[in-house]
């Protein structure tokens, strides 16, 4: 997938491949001390807004530096936490029906509670 013109994909955190730029949401990942960036989201849960939007600001300044590096985000599974987030992030690179998007480029089965659904949803748009 490609969002703000860097190279982004997703999954279970476990998986982070080496040299990727990792944002971890999972407290408790064997690796995530591999992270760049850390989120802690509770399994089936929702990300604090604040914090998502820090960091979220955060992935978008180190996209915009290393456009050519691989950009990971995962948790335990790499669908709830981790849809939601991608979901949030393609709507702030413009993508309309997010969880559509998130469903069909990454996995049928990201954002799996219906809280996840209505916080991506709710997610507003935000251009730069």
Not at 32 to 45: E, K, N, P, Q, W
Not at 59 to 69: D, G, Q
Request: with cysteine; charged share 20%.
């Amino acid at each position: 997938m490609i969002l703000f013109g860097a190279r982004v994909a997703a999954g279970p955190f476990a998986a982070l491949p080496a040299g990727a730029f990792g944002l971890c949401l999972d407290p408790d990942a064997g690796n995530r001390a591999d992270a760049a960036l850390v989120l802690d989201i509770s399994d089936f849960g929702v990300p604090d807004a604040a914090a998502l939007r820090a960091t979220l600001d955060a992935l978008r300044t180190a996209m915009a530096a290393e456009p050519a590096r691989l950009f990971y985000i995962g948790c335990k599974a790499g669908l709830g936490r981790t849809g939601t987030v991608l979901g949030c992030l393609a709507k702030e690179a413009g993508i309309a029906r997010a969880l559509e998007w998130v469903r069909a480029n990454h996995d049928p089965r990201a954002v799996e509670t219906p809280a996840q659904e209505e916080f991506l949803r709710r997610w507003p748009t935000r251009s730069g």
